[in-house]
């Protein structure tokens, strides 16, 4: 299982960025996968999932609403649209794939991608 | 939402030592419940699932038991591997993570 997150960097409050996942060495339509964050010095906050078929998608309050979580099956990509960032959303992300088949079981975890909100 | 509270929130310890965490739901997940151990710019990894099935590869002195409310992560003998930050996660309902408890060195 491999999980290389992108799309990390510096975006202005009130500015939007797309995180992408890339993911190999699974069948990627069949799991699960989900976004993960940890601010700086704070503890991890789960923030969305997306079941295989897209037939599930979980917001956490947090993000609900200004944040859109899609994939594509055909080129085994998981995405995160983030849009009226705050200064509160700088953290870094990090991709999941469920373990064991149980959705929401936080399995593999990418490397992850800093996201830095700041004027 | 179902909150997850870990205790405690930072722990001192020396190798070799039993090294016991608690975490409690608000409301009973039934054994929908994960451990997993961070490291400063590592990936988070995942140790026990189901309340006490230990993933693959991980130690055996790592194990896990409860279920409904209150849960529990122990080290039976600290490793100098060990020092990290721990949080339990329900996956129940919509996923959910404790505080997270740092394992430091005594």
């Known amino acids: 299982v491999q999980l290389v997150e992108s799309g990390g960097g510096l975006a202005q409050p009130g500015g939007s960025l797309r995180l992408s996942c890339s993911a190999s060495?699974?069948?990627?339509?069949?799991?699960?996968m989900h976004w993960v964050r940890q601010a700086p010095g704070k503890g991890l906050e789960y923030l969305s999932g997306i079941s295989g078929n897209e037939g599930s998608i979980l917001y956490a309050d947090s993000v609900k609403g200004r944040f859109t979580i899609s994939r594509d099956n055909s080129k085994n990509i998981l995405y995160l649209q983030m849009s009226s960032l705050r200064p509160e959303d700088t953290a870094v992300y990090y991709c999941v794939k469920d373990g064991w088949y149980t959705y929401g079981l936080l399995g593999h975890w990418g490397q992850g991608t800093l996201v830095t909100v700041s004027s | 939402d179902i909150q997850m509270t870990q205790s405690p929130s930072t722990l001192s310890a020396s190798v070799g030592d039993r090294v016991t965490i608690t975490c409690r739901a608000s409301q009973s997940i039934g054994d929908w419940l994960a451990w997993y151990q961070h490291k400063p710019g590592k990936a988070p990894k995942l140790l026990i699932y189901?309340?006490?099935t230990l993933e693959s590869g991980v130690p055996s002195r790592f194990s896990g038991s409860g279920s409904g409310t209150e849960f529990t992560l122990t080290i039976s003998r600290l490793q100098p591997d060990d020092f990290a930050t721990y949080y339990c996660q329900q996956y129940d309902d919509l996923p959910g993570f404790g505080g997270g408890t740092k394992v430091e060195i005594k």
């Open positions: 189901k309340a006490s």
């Open positions: 060495g699974f069948t990627f339509s069949s799991s699960g």
